[in-house]
């Protein structure tokens, strides 16, 4: 089992759409968790971060996380054509990680 | 807004050249990483550095990687005798002092690496 999975996409929602990302995880000890956007040849833009469970609202973005399923999701919400782009979760296991582990991100189309 | 800036955007080697890939880390960041990503793949962890040496590496950082810190402000990254399977974008990432609220990585916008 990969230690975190997320469905590839392409995902395309219409314009004003709610967004719905996801990732699941193996890692018990996993407890901050990130969502990235990375445009086309550019690097990865932190969007959320979230310790332990629960949510986390910024503007049209809601981060969940649900650690006794391990899974996270990203909302976001009146989905706009600039929020296309590959929507990357990542996490660890302390705030002193070395490094996080990422997910293969989804790859998202907003149509106008 | 501060950012980690990379250079050069794009470059293409030949196998078995040496390249060496720079990054200017935000200026109050007391960690640096690097990462790759192979096209169409995943981010993958190469290497962290911290208060002038390596903290942790991952199998795929082998002998022919090596980092360095130069000076107080650029972060390299060497690739010695390149391979057809080195080609990747690679990231540059630096974070600040982990005591303050967490925040995650700023990435810089990466080197496209090539080699024929």
């Known amino acids: 089992q990969k230690e975190v999975e997320q469905d590839p996409g392409p995902l395309s929602v219409p314009e004003g759409a709610i967004v719905s990302l996801n990732c699941t995880y193996s890692n018990s000890a996993f407890q901050y968790f990130m969502w990235y956007r990375q445009y086309s040849r550019k690097g990865p833009e932190l969007l959320m971060y979230?310790?332990?469970?629960g949510n986390k609202e910024d503007g049209r973005f809601t981060a969940q996380v649900d650690k006794s399923s391990k899974y996270i999701s990203l909302f976001i919400r009146d989905s706009q054509p600039s929020d296309s782009a590959t929507y990357l979760c990542a996490m660890s296991a302390n705030n002193y990680g070395q490094n996080f582990v990422f997910g293969p991100g989804t790859r998202l189309s907003v149509l106008p | 807004e501060p950012e980690v800036t990379q250079t050069p955007s794009h470059q293409v080697t030949q196998m078995g050249q040496e390249v060496i890939l720079r990054c200017v880390p935000i200026s109050n960041h007391l960690y640096f990483y690097w990462y790759r990503q192979i096209l169409g793949q995943k981010v993958e962890f190469l290497v962290s550095f911290y208060n002038n040496e390596i903290s942790e590496k991952s199998e795929i950082f082998d002998d022919q990687f090596s980092v360095e810190r130069p000076d107080g402000s650029n972060f390299t990254l060497k690739i010695r005798s390149t391979k057809l399977e080195d080609s990747a974008m690679y990231f540059c990432a630096s974070r600040d002092n982990p005591d303050r609220e967490y925040h995650g990585y700023t990435f810089g916008s990466g080197t496209r690496l090539t080699v024929v």
């Open positions: 979230t310790y332990s469970s």
